[in-house]
């Protein structure tokens, strides 16, 4: 619908009559899981020990019906661990990086966060591979006798791997995979991963501050058999007297977890278990996705930032203004679109990542309804109008 202009007027879309029913839609933390209300959080567990009986059983039911949603092989281990992501990534760079030659690719901010640790921070003469935002680096002949990392879906740059298939089934290396934004969306090949990590606060809407990190047999081998030889604060310490720690992975975590985030997670278990499992939160996502493309491919005054399909996120969908002549001037016109949207409450934290090219970032994953995906279209039209 477009407002009767005078003659020679710039014709503005009118502003939109529906507006996304909840209009959540950053990049982390996500969106809670549709229906999802701070009454139905159980309190059973407050107030109490974690390593009391339903502590202890809480999280050990945490731990197995992950492991179950995201399918993962029955001989991976998953374990609940501290500071979120970055504290799972941690812990597996300091743990295991050092003793083999080491790749790393990059094609973003929280994937250069990783080359930084690799080679500044441990100093490891690594391979490093990077590409700029919108592409992905070359994953051509990877030496399979080398450790690899990774960010399986870019958050920054929304560019995902398209599949593991260039990571070598008989590989000796290991293969370390940033996953927070991929998993519970996107379809992980996990007998290629050796070590895994994601966070609560992601693709299934639950709270920040808490990781899960799965490990191969091989990785849990080579933890045990050939650890980097450096020492390691408590925090990222996966073995003790060179065995692996068993416990952290039925619940006894290595420090105090917070139960009420257990207890959002189980809600948010049971959320993804009822729509349909991994396959029903990749098919939500990917549709999310396909709404959002088909409003781009509609709206002249925006691109995907990832120009290939094959590499695009279904996640963290990242747009760049169509005309980029003038950075800077784009940078405050996506701050005042973001505010604006704000301010109508028709869209929250939409905008790009701070170190990316300016436009916006979508996140799809499948706790955001499609309907909202569609509602949110003309107000973005409208609000670049508005922003002009
Ligand atoms: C790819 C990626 N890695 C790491 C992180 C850091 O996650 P956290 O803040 O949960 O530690 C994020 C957060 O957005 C991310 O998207």
């Given at each position: 619908m477009t407002e009767v202009a005078e003659p020679g007027a710039v014709v503005r879309p009118a502003k939109p009559a529906t507006k996304p029913a909840r209009p959540f839609f950053s990049s982390g933390p996500c969106a809670k899981p549709p229906g999802w209300n701070p009454t139905l959080l159980s309190e059973r567990a407050l107030g109490r020990s974690h390593r009391g009986s339903v502590g202890k059983k809480l999280l050990a039911e945490a731990i197995d019906r992950t492991h179950a949603l995201l399918e993962l092989p029955a001989d991976y281990k998953l374990g609940i661990v501290p500071a979120s992501d970055t504290g799972a990534m941690e812990m597996a760079i300091w743990s295991l990086l050092g003793t083999r030659p080491v790749t790393i690719l990059a094609w973003e901010s929280f994937g250069a966060g990783w080359v930084t640790d690799v080679a500044k921070q441990l100093k490891l003469n690594a391979d490093i591979r990077t590409a700029d935002y919108g592409e992905i680096a070359d994953l051509s002949g990877i030496d399979p006798a080398r450790d690899v990392v990774f960010t399986w879906n870019g958050t920054t740059s929304g560019v995902r791997v398209p599949d593991a298939d260039w990571i070598a089934a008989d590989r000796t290396g290991l293969s370390i995979c940033d996953a927070t934004s991929a998993a519970f969306a996107q379809d992980i090949d996990w007998a290629k991963i050796d070590v895994g990590t994601f966070s609560w606060q992601k693709a299934l809407g639950g709270e920040a501050a808490h990781g899960m990190i799965v490990l191969s047999p091989r990785a849990i081998e080579r933890l045990e058999r050939e650890p980097a030889a450096r020492p390691l604060p408590k925090i990222f310490r996966l073995t003790k007297g060179g065995k692996l720690i068993d416990g952290i992975f039925r619940g006894e975590t290595i420090n105090t977890p917070s139960m009420l985030c257990v207890e959002d997670w189980l809600l948010a278990l049971e959320w993804a278990e009822k729509a349909g499992g991994l396959s029903g939160l990749i098919a939500r996502a990917d549709a999310n996705a396909a709404a959002l493309d088909e409003w781009v491919q509609r709206s002249a005054w925006i691109d995907h930032l990832a120009g290939d399909p094959a590499i695009r996120s279904n996640t963290s969908v990242c747009l760049q203004f169509a005309d980029r002549a003038d950075e800077e001037g784009n940078r405050v016109r996506q701050k005042s679109l973001g505010q604006l949207l704000e301010r109508e409450d028709a869209?929250?934290?939409?905008?790009?990542?701070?170190?990316?090219?300016p436009g916006l970032r979508i996140w799809c994953g499948a706790t955001v309804d499609t309907t909202d995906i569609q509602a949110l279209g003309p107000w973005l039209d409208w609000a670049w109008e508005a922003t002009a």
């Open positions: 869209a929250y934290d939409v905008t790009a990542y701070r170190d990316a090219p």
